[in-house]
């Protein structure tokens, strides 16, 4: 080989060495490229259709007012495509841009809980672009084209929901239960905590939990147990008592001296043929009260009467009156369902209430089952005094097995001036159960209970008020992976608003359940018959039954 031969070989083999080298670093720079438009910052799309028709969202997290301290609503595109696209923007500050290979939209916290502090009381825009999938003819690639769908438009409200949820969790069985739990959910985050489960007392049975103002520092939860008897667990300043007796639907008067409580006895009846094949029955119901002070009952004639079923107290905030829901007792044999079981419909009454001289006044009904033709249950009035939300359904006392079961709601700053109770059926219904419905602090937002989506699975739900009463458009409670509720099993039930969270650990209330030393209780009561020290037994089947 000639020197010219070897110098070209040597130039030869350094041009290919460097295409190589430059091949590479293209490569890398793509590569980056790639990386960094996936991570979605500086996305720009240039050119795509602009459909103007709405896009499908699951959940349907659209025209509707948010939580300005609510966690991110992650949400799935319901458009097959090969690429999505989102940006959601307000009046100030940076918008969020999302690219996504999958339909699966997971929006970041910080930059979500920054945007929406920034345009409170503004609106919250989502704009989505899919990418349609690739397809051939012949052997000619069709190009890929983004469409553009029409903005979603949300409001971000100028008032926070309180900062936790509180919930049961509880398999959506017929007559017996494995796990069962209690836990709290912080609003602004996905983190969902124990607050106590019955793993802790060998698979009894839990519910009922119960808030003073909003506030965790008063707290009532049921116990229900063949090996530990039936009790009521009692929180107050972070110290646990267990109280000798078993609390039904409880409410505190909002100066935490008294707990006011349902004795229920409840049984579970299946329908043979029909949609909801459960049903339930209240047997025989009466109200008490304990005082914290003396850790007594007391109960009285204008609450307890031998011919009426009574349940679901509440108190009013100025702790005047005990609302409570009233049905008469037709029947004599109280161990047999009667065949007019389905003709049992409660009236909304309340009795006023002196707590400095401890007594009760005049019962009063406000609305009756015979005019609206309905049973009337779960009464609940806001913080502010004003607003009474309660439900109502076809007969009998548990509107969660019945898709009859709405919402309802009534002005008491109307009724005080005009002396008429007047009441409207709110707009967020559907066409299943509307049951368990809880205020915030501020009486800006509710949580209630839905079997919207399914008939059978119990959600949660968020909805704002606004200073007329009306409702906005729920928002089902956000998760992490918005897919959650397409395979989860459980039901959500008795979601409670609370300010701060529950700070007392599952061992501490599980060793009081199971801890023999209790708060000794003599019940004046037998059931709906005033009877003076007479000690309600824990032994009663009824007790250690399925709600």
Request: charged share 25%.
């Amino acid at each position: 080989m000639t020197q010219s031969q070897k110098s070209d070989k040597v130039i030869k083999d350094k041009t290919q060495k460097a295409k190589l080298v430059y091949g590479l670093i293209s490569c890398a720079i793509i590569t980056f490229a790639l990386l960094y438009a996936l991570r979605g910052d500086n996305i720009k799309i240039t050119q795509y259709n602009d459909l103007n028709s709405p896009v499908e969202i699951r959940p349907d997290y659209s025209g509707t007012v948010i939580p300005p301290n609510i966690a991110p609503l992650n949400f799935v595109v319901q458009h097959d495509g090969s690429g999505y696209f989102v940006r959601i923007s307000s009046e100030t500050g940076n918008p969020i841009e999302i690219f996504s290979k999958t339909p699966k939209i997971v929006i970041p916290k910080k930059a979500w809980h920054n945007l929406l502090e920034q345009n409170r009381g503004r609106q919250l825009n989502l704009d989505i672009f899919v990418k349609s999938k690739t397809s051939a003819t012949n052997t000619e690639t069709v190009n890929q084209q983004w469409t553009r769908y029409r903005t979603i438009t949300n409001e971000i409200a100028n008032e926070n929901i309180d900062s936790f949820l509180v919930y049961r969790k509880i398999r959506p069985g017929h007559r017996l239960w494995r796990n069962i739990g209690i836990y709290q959910r912080n609003l602004a985050s996905f983190e969902e905590s124990l607050i106590l489960n019955n793993e802790y007392f060998k698979h009894g049975c839990l519910n009922c939990h119960t808030f003073c103002l909003n506030k965790t520092d008063k707290m009532l939860i049921g116990i229900r147990s063949s090996v530990y008897g039936s009790s009521t667990l009692l929180i107050e300043d972070g110290e646990v008592k267990k109280i000798g007796t078993k609390f039904g639907y409880s409410t505190w008067h909002p100066s935490g001296r008294i707990a006011s409580f349902s004795v229920n006895d409840v049984r579970l009846m299946l329908h043979s043929a029909t949609y909801e094949v459960r049903d339930v029955m209240d047997f025989d119901s009466l109200m008490a009260n304990y005082f914290t002070d003396s850790k007594t009952v007391k109960t009285t004639s204008v609450l307890t009467k031998s011919d009426r079923l009574e349940t679901y107290p509440t108190w009013s905030p100025d702790g005047r009156y005990l609302y409570f829901c009233s049905a008469p007792i037709t029947w004599t044999d109280r161990t047999l369902v009667p065949d007019d079981y389905d003709q049992i419909k409660y009236d909304l009454v309340r009795a006023d209430y002196d707590i400095d001289r401890d007594q009760w006044g005049t019962l009063e009904i406000l609305l009756k089952a015979k005019d609206t033709g309905l049973s009337i249950l779960l009464p609940r009035i806001s913080p502010d005094g004003r607003w009474l939300l309660f439900c109502m359904c076809n007969y009998g006392c548990f509107p969660v097995y019945q898709a009859s079961s709405d919402l309802y709601m009534a002005d008491l700053k109307e009724t005080e001036q005009t002396g008429q109770f007047e009441y409207r059926k709110l707009d967020i219904n559907s066409d299943q159960s509307e049951s368990w419905h809880s205020f915030s602090s501020n009486s800006r937002w509710i949580a209630f209970s839905s079997k919207r989506n399914s008939g059978i699975f119990t959600r949660t739900y968020l909805a704002y008020l606004n200073e007329d009463g009306t409702a906005s458009k729920p928002v089902l409670l956000p998760q992490k992976d918005p897919t959650h509720y397409d395979t989860c099993l459980w039901t959500y039930s008795v979601p409670e608003l609370i300010t701060e969270p529950v700070r007392v650990t599952k061992e501490q209330l599980g060793k009081v359940v199971r801890a023999s030393q209790k708060i000794p209780i003599e019940m004046p009561i037998t059931m709906a018959t005033p009877k003076a020290g007479v000690h309600l037994l824990h032994d009663e089947q009824w007790q250690t039954e399925r709600e």
